[in-house]
């Protein structure tokens, strides 16, 4: 996985990720490919680094590694120390969580499984989501039950950010104003608007230019909100939106996403 060259795990996807973020995953998957050996059933990177849609010093790694048995507390110690040292030397994202469980977890945890199913690459390993299916744990289905059942929690997210607080969805925002406002964007258009599809049952995929599409054709009344968000994806700098900014404009555009779920 060196630069933006594909790379293939046993039994993964091939994947082209973005420079700079590949040596980021390159590094991970190494270290922790040498610490766990046989123990390491399958490694995912999640979220925007996984779309190939990051930005440097905006987007997280979201990393998921899971092994054949709860990993012990010199292993949580070495994957704190990994966290700081990836940080450190290759900073080119906002924040590194490397999320180590046991399989075991993974069958308790029928959301995750959605996330490793549908907004996921997996590295190395197994299809962990198809094991667990043969053995009687389901995945949720991205449809109008799973959008619905989310809307407490985005609803508590809204309020967060309008007040200027931690998103719970959320790491902590950059401090650079442009990239806490793509970071947001991120959030409240490209992944609430994907769940929005899924009510109505258009939901295509999670990369940005495919909810784009859908909401485009979906609700064409909130072009001014897709078109700033288009562009603040592309180049957050350009567009000099600050936070509060964003949310005070697209706060009507979420409660009617809410709402539209909550109906259908």
Same mark, same amino acid.
């Given at each position: 996985m060196k630069n933006d060259r594909p790379r293939r795990g046993s039994?993964?996807?091939?994947?082209?990720?973005?420079?700079?973020?590949?040596?980021?995953l390159s590094a991970a998957d190494t270290a922790c490919a040498d610490r766990f050996g046989s123990r390491l059933l399958a490694a995912y990177v999640a979220g925007s680094v996984a779309l190939g849609e990051a930005w440097p010093g905006a987007s997280d790694l979201?990393?998921?590694?899971?092994?054949?048995?709860?990993?012990?507390?010199?292993?949580?110690?070495?994957?704190?120390?990994?966290?700081?040292?990836?940080?450190?030397s290759i900073p080119v994202v906002s924040a590194v969580h490397l999320n180590i469980f046991p399989l075991t977890r993974l069958a308790r945890e029928p959301f995750w499984r959605f996330i490793l199913r549908h907004n996921a690459v !997996? %590295?190395?390993?197994?299809?962990?989501?198809?094991?667990? /299916?043969? =053995? @009687?744990? #389901?995945? *949720?289905?991205?449809?109008r039950a799973l959008a619905k059942h !989310? %809307?407490?929690?985005?609803?508590?997210?809204?309020?967060? /950010?309008? =007040? @200027?607080? #931690?998103? *719970?969805?959320?790491?902590?925002l950059p401090g650079n104003p442009a990239l806490a406002t793509r970071k947001l964007v991120r959030n409240f258009v490209f992944v609430e608007g994907a769940h929005l599809l899924m009510a109505l049952g258009t939901f295509q995929s999670f990369r940005a230019a495919a909810v784009l599409q859908g909401l485009r054709h979906a609700a064409p009344q909130w072009r001014p909100v897709y078109d700033m968000a288009e562009r603040t994806l592309a180049d957050p700098h350009s567009v000099k939106v600050g936070p509060q900014e964003f949310m005070l404009t697209a706060h009507p555009f979420v409660e009617w996403m809410l709402a539209t779920i909550a109906r259908s």
């Open positions: 039994g993964s996807r091939t994947c082209k990720f973005q420079p700079g973020f590949a040596d980021l979201d990393w998921f590694a899971f092994l054949r048995a709860e990993p012990t507390a010199a292993d949580r110690a070495w994957r704190r120390r990994l966290q700081r040292r990836l940080a450190a !997996r %590295l190395r390993g197994t299809d962990l989501v198809a094991r667990l /299916a043969r =053995a @009687g744990s #389901r995945t *949720p289905r991205p449809n !989310r %809307l407490p929690f985005v609803r508590q997210c809204l309020a967060e /950010a309008l =007040a @200027g607080r #931690r998103v *719970p969805a959320l790491a902590d």
